[in-house]
């Protein structure tokens, strides 16, 4: 699908295209370079004071929604299952942590381990079941799931029912900034490295055409269990630690409604399928966000409408997703439509 014409001509304004080919490739070539750049800017505001107070929390719920577009990319993005369902995840860690800690006396970290396991069960056991189905029958059944679950926490006395969970006893804010940060510099790593192994390039085969992916004798329901149970494990650790950095927890805060919507907009406009792209559609929309909520109360909600509708209509492909497309038509478009010899490769370098 190519850029759309009036898309096109605005980044060509803006954004030379070899200039935005040879960005990309060097991206490419230095990922895990700028995973570690990424990790050491990320953990240099409290060295320089931040430690408490209004900006410290916005950062760190950036973190989280990061956390949580990249999880849901890894289904919705790399293997093209739309899930509806992963806030379900985030509050079963969520309650299991507060559970543990609360009620076991349980330290946070090992706290973490049983939340992760809960989820990894749950995953395990619904996944099998959902992803034999595709589409938008997929999508139902996720949605479904997370009410359900959402519904039988309400009615649970060891999960406070509709009332929730308080938590005093917890770690400060500063531990919590750290946590969401290297998790989601681990998610990334992790995703950069899957998207260069054959399970990525499994995963991209089953998005791309399923029915083909099974003919050429690739087991798709184990590869996407996998995959299901990945994001699982990423969503509830970001959902475990919520809890406590929260200090409350009930239904309509572990399984957020507003939320679930809000991590996949993230995930479209940043660009679906790519490493950068839900990182960065995490942190621009949650600034937006974040400012609208400040300035223009009881509007956030519209704005994400609003959001989701200009991204599907005019940037279906996210923000990574255009430039990239822009920049791979500018390149063959110039060349007069024959790809770029050796030859022409090294006089451009030279």
Request: aromatic share 12%; proline share 3%; glycine share 12%.
């Amino acid at each position: 699908m190519s850029t759309d014409p009036d898309t096109s001509g605005l980044l060509r304004s803006i954004l030379p295209p070899k200039r935005l080919d040879r960005l990309f490739d060097l991206c490419g070539a230095h990922g895990w370079k700028l995973i570690g750049a990424g990790a050491v800017v990320g953990a240099l505001p409290p060295v320089f004071g931040l430690r408490e107070g209004y900006m410290m929390t916005v950062l760190s719920e950036m973190f989280l929604f990061a956390i949580l577009a990249l999880s849901w990319d890894i289904v919705g993005g790399q293997t093209g299952y739309p899930s509806f369902g992963n806030m379900a995840f985030f509050g079963i860690g969520g309650y299991a942590t507060a559970i543990l800690v609360k009620d076991a006396a349980v330290s946070f970290p090992i706290a973490m381990v049983g939340a992760v396991v809960a989820v990894l069960v749950f995953a395990a056991i619904n996944g099998l079941i959902v992803l034999r189905l595709r589409g938008h029958y997929f999508a139902i059944a996720t949605l479904g799931i997370l009410l359900a679950i959402q519904q039988v926490t309400r009615n649970l006395e060891i999960t406070g029912g509709a009332s929730g969970k308080i938590l005093f006893d917890v770690p400060p804010g500063i531990v919590f900034y750290y946590f969401f940060l290297a998790v989601l510099v681990v998610e990334m790593a992790v995703v950069y490295y899957l998207t260069q192994t054959r399970f990525g390039f499994i995963l991209n085969a089953i998005r791309d055409d399923e029915g083909k992916a099974t003919a050429m004798g690739f087991n798709t329901t184990y590869y996407k269990t996998a995959a299901w149970m990945l994001a699982a494990l990423f969503t509830g650790l970001a959902g475990g630690a919520y809890g406590l950095f929260n200090t409350f927890l009930d239904p309509q805060t572990a399984y957020n409604g507003a939320w679930n919507v809000e991590l996949i907009a993230m995930a479209l406009m940043g660009g679906t399928g790519t490493v950068a792209g839900p990182v960065i559609g995490a942190f621009g929309l949650h600034t937006i966000i974040e400012y609208v909520e400040s300035s223009f109360v009881g509007w956030q909600l519209v704005l994400l409408g609003v959001a989701i509708i200009v991204t599907v209509i005019r940037f279906p492909k996210g923000v990574v997703g255009t430039l990239r497309a822009y920049a791979n038509e500018m390149d063959y478009y110039e060349r007069g439509g024959m790809a770029a010899t050796d030859d022409e490769e090294v006089a451009t370098d030279e």
